[in-house]
């Protein structure tokens, strides 16, 4: 009986061991190994995690996507020291634009329109290649001829290409024409003329400031015939704007001219003969001046009121043309006077094809400019 029961036990042991060897061969996972045999299965399967790529993650903020253009090579701006091509146009092409606030960035002609006095007036800009546009620049104010013809302002408008070699601005004021007129300035005192030229270039200077980075000490005026005797009478009743003016063939004809502070003056003048002055006619004045004596008083007159100390001295004597100057003037003003031996209205080395030449003794444009910089 002993016996058979033993027999039975150790039959129960036996079933009892099969049951999880029976369990294992199913679908149970494998019980992790133990000791040696576990470390060795948890670096087997860190090796194996990290020889799989990694999966791709999301752009963030902190780390931006490279943009296509920034693959492209970088453009460098062009410098002003470029020649730039400036457009074929004239004073007197191009529609005039009314913005006169906009800054100007780029060289080239601009023409402009703005109202004053209930009048439409214009004018042109003239910014040359090269200029810096961040510093401070001269300006010149160009006052064309109304009473002599496209010859006598061949040089005038050759100042543009004077302020291309020197890097100043030009501005073209045009005087106002009513229907049968002339078109010549305003530039008497004594009345009779309703033209506020004063005021409409004074109101042309303010909107180049705003245009442009213009230096203040550095504003001068020049003009052709009764243009340059509008800017006698600018630097009578603008004294504090303009720092020095130049006139070819026009006398000043102020009778009130009384500045607050001293204004340099370089005068051309022809040898003995007469220019007709529209200014002067238009406003019951006379007709002509007086050739070389006219523009010995003008120079006489502008040294009294500068205050220079002496009486004028030749500082150019040469075939054709000799220049005189007054100094020890106050606030180191000076009035100096050139006479050229050209005949009829014209500008002192100004060429123009086709037309009878002017004196070439000097340049009235270089001579200008190079007055106006030594200021």
Known sequence: MRKHHLVATVALAVLALAAPVAHAAGDAPPRPAAGKTAKKAVKKSVRK??????????????????????????RKPVTAARSVQLPSQTISAAQPRTDVRTRLTRPGDYRFALQHDGRTRTYRVHVPPGLDFHEPAPLLVALHGGSVGEQANAGLYGLARESDRQRFVTVFPDAYRAAG???????????????????????????????LSISRLEIYAAGMADGGSMAYRLACERPHLFRAVASVGGVDPTTQCAPEKPVSVLHFAKNDAPTVLASLAGAGGGTADRGTQAAVETAAKWA??????????????????????????????????????DAGPAWPGALKPGARPASHAISATSTMWGFFSSR
């Open 304 to 341: 009294k009121l500068n205050g220079c100390m002496e009486a004028p001295q030749r500082i150019l004597d040469m075939s054709g043309a000799y220049c005189e100057a007054y100094s020890y003037c106050r606030q180191q003003t000076e009035v100096r006077l050139c006479v050229t031996d």
């Open 181 to 211: 007129s002339r078109g010549g300035w305003n530039a008497a005192d004594a009345g009779g003329a309703s033209t506020d030229d004063v005021g409409f270039i004074e109101k042309v200077v303010d909107n180049v400031f705003r245009q």
């Open 49 to 74: 995690a990290a020889r799989k790529p990694a999966a791709r993650q999301p752009r963030t903020a902190s780390r931006p996507a490279r943009s296509k253009l920034a693959a492209q090579p970088v």
